[in-house]
């Protein structure tokens, strides 16, 4: 038995997030594994029930849960508020930070049906299929910050910081995922301007003799934010800083056009966090159109890292392809000649082929 | 009078600055405004001749000059060394600091008969016309840092830092220069998580007073490199810190698929300097085979920046898009049913047009 922690969230999150609950009940019921489900609340829902982003009832239930499945937070609602107490940030940060999720893994990947939705020429776009891990709760996130008067004006700083230790533990995991793939690491810094990058590239340099199989590769962030856009099929695993990770990994989300079917994993502590890579699109709420295939892969991601059930996960893939195959689209993913569906319409379609 | 030093460097520079020089000669006479050009070594080549990458009399002539023209560093011969001292570090992060150029412009627009060339498709990148104004001397790439010992391993930090001084001079430079054109400028920073990014939001907004003619938009860096991709001609002027600036500016230029035709501008102190966008293009070095457009139009800026010829630039870049027009194209932009030109061609071509 798994228990799972529920947090829908805001906006479309609480119309996705069910869908891919539905999915998993499937999931369990052909494998005979029994997933509990409890809901509670988080983001700008929480702000106004609690007062509060993310409730301790809610980070003790994660704690207590195998796995937490997240919708998305935030909102118009909250956006009066100053920055860092916004549903996103007050939220997202701290759970990261409690649940020691030190890796984001976000796989960008062409879904050959959807090319058409991509802002990259169809030879430029054809083979994307990678995957971002982002060391998540260290570097400019999480040092030390300040900001204080000075003389007639303020000064404010931000630290990027990390130690060996921070650095391995991410790098073997992002060797290790290589190994499964297509053998190929591309370590991101900026080594030739920055003293953090160089211990990020001497550290990882470190660890290439555990993985002969995998050819490593250091390529500096601002080439890889060139390389991205002009020849996005030649990555596999891309590993780099937090800070540098959140920029290349929202640049990564809309090359292939469908951020709607970017499912991510947050790991690395006892509890993951799997959540869509898109936001709450709060101006489609209510309305029975949002895409619930992120989410439904986000499941999927959670069958294969917190329960080692790679081939429930892989049979997940397999049905929303298929869907896709038999041209059926939500609105963010239509174009003209496939069949339009709704919400719970698309969610009950994989379900089918499941 | 005006004294320009005359940085060739490595790799193409010797081949592409030269053009450059030779339609500033002819603005010249033109305008009958004498430049008085001189030769110093940068980069590689200033390694392998003084066995430093910013010999102190190279250093001694830009201060002494109005302007300095700046061909690329760097190349696989120098790869070998540490990545800070290698010819791009090690010249040109110095070079800003002590001529006090603390703002870069980078524009990334769409030269319509290149269109064909961007990764991009075409509606998506029609229109692209957009200037980043980076902060270049502050930030992450010059706050305090260190590599140390700790316990079994290391620690490693560079520091984000900003003052109200160095934000306000940035800005005020970004809403002018929005004020001249579109008078749309978007501030990018990371406000929801980072501190720094917090003084310089407000400390943008605090400037918005003196520039009623212009829209301001606040915007975060990883929605940035999203939008970039998705929707380039939203943009007008972009200002953000120095490494956001350097990923951004990177990922802009290759958008419109013509990163040989991209100048830049860093201003700020008592003389500026002005490179092309691209690199030093080893592969083809010494082969005619370089487009010296990006440096003519980097020439151009000078003459608008530097020494407020708005119209001598103006012809410059006229004269280069006329050149264009008439089918002419350097390898780098070739498509077929075009008339291929080698680097001085390309070069006489546009003075021809002047
Ligand atoms: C909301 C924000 C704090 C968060 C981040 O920057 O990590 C988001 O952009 C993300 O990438 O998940
Ligand atoms: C070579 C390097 C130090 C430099 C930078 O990062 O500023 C380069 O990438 C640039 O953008 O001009």
Same mark, same amino acid.
């Given at each position: 038995?798994?228990?799972? &922690?529920?947090l829908?969230?805001?906006?479309i ?5 069910p869908e891919?609950v539905?999915?998993?009940e499937?999931?369990?019921?052909r494998?005979?594994? @029994?997933?509990q !489900?409890t809901?509670a609340l988080?983001? #700008?829902?929480a702000?106004?029930?609690r007062g ?6 809610? +980070?003790?239930l994660?704690?207590?849960s195998?796995?937490v499945?997240?919708g998305?937070? /935030? /909102? ?11 549903p996103?940030?007050a939220a997202?940060l ?10 984001n ?5 062409l879904? @050959? ?5 991509s802002p990259?020429? *169809? ?6 299929d +990678?995957?971002i891990v982002?060391e +998540?709760t ?7 910050k300040?900001?204080?008067?000075a003389?007639?004006?303020?000064v404010a700083?931000?630290t990027?910081?990390y ?7 991410i790098?073997?995991?992002a060797f290790?995922?290589?190994s499964s ?5 591309t370590s991101?810094?900026?080594a ?6 160089r ?5 990882v340099?470190?660890?290439? /003799?555990e ?5 490593l590769e250091?390529m500096?962030?601002d080439?890889?934010?060139?390389q991205?856009?002009? *020849?996005?099929a030649q ?8 800070t ?5 990994s929202?640049q990564?989300s809309?090359?292939t ?6 499912p ?5 502590g ?8 898109h936001?709450s699109a709060?101006?489609?709420a /209510? ?5 619930p +295939?992120?989410t439904?892969l986000?499941a ?5 890292y917190? !329960?080692?059930?790679d081939q429930?996960?892989a049979?997940?893939e397999? &049905?929303v392809g298929?869907?896709l195959?038999?041209?059926y ?10 069949s339009?569906?709704g919400?719970?319409?698309? #969610?009950?379609?994989?379900r089918? @082929?499941?």
């Amino acid at each position: 038995m798994y228990k799972i &922690a529920v947090l829908p969230g805001d906006g479309i999150g609480p119309e996705i997030v069910p869908e891919a609950v539905k999915v998993l009940e499937v999931v369990g019921r052909r494998t005979g594994i @029994e997933f509990q !489900f409890t809901e509670a609340l988080v983001g #700008g829902a929480a702000i106004d029930a609690r007062g509060q982003a993310l409730p301790p009832e809610t +980070l003790d239930l994660c704690r207590q849960s195998d796995a937490v499945l997240l919708g998305a937070v /935030g /909102g118009p609602k909250w956006d009066a508020l100053p920055p860092e107490e916004r549903p996103e940030t007050a939220a997202l940060l701290p759970l990261r930070k409690e649940l020691g999720l030190y890796a984001n893994l976000r796989p960008a990947y062409l879904f @050959e049906p959807l090319a058409e939705a991509s802002p990259l020429k *169809r030879e430029i776009v054809a083979g994307t299929d +990678l995957i971002i891990v982002r060391e +998540l709760t260290g570097g400019l996130y999480f040092g030390p910050k300040k900001r204080e008067k000075a003389g007639a004006g303020e000064v404010a700083y931000d630290t990027m910081l990390y130690s060996t230790a921070e650095i391995e533990r991410i790098a073997r995991l992002a060797f290790e995922i290589a190994s499964s793939r297509r053998c190929h690491l591309t370590s991101v810094d900026k080594a030739n301007v920055l003293t953090s990058s160089r211990l990020w590239r001497d550290t990882v340099d470190g660890l290439k /003799g555990e993985f002969p199989e995998v050819t490593l590769e250091h390529m500096y962030v601002d080439n890889c934010a060139m390389q991205l856009v002009r *020849r996005p099929a030649q990555f596999d695993v891309i590993v780099t800083e937090n800070t540098f990770g959140d920029i290349l990994s929202d640049q990564a989300s809309v090359l292939t056009g469908s951020i709607g079917m970017l499912p991510s994993a947050s790991i690395g502590g006892q509890v993951a966090l799997y959540e869509p890579v898109h936001g709450s699109a709060p101006d489609i709420a /209510g309305q029975q159109k949002a895409n619930p +295939l992120a989410t439904i892969l986000s499941a999927a991601m959670m069958l294969k890292y917190s !329960f080692k059930m790679d081939q429930a996960a892989a049979a997940v893939e397999a &049905a929303v392809g298929r869907v896709l195959a038999k041209g059926y689209r939500t609105a963010d993913i239509y174009v003209p000649g496939t069949s339009l569906v709704g919400t719970a319409e698309m #969610g009950a379609l994989v379900r089918r @082929e499941l």
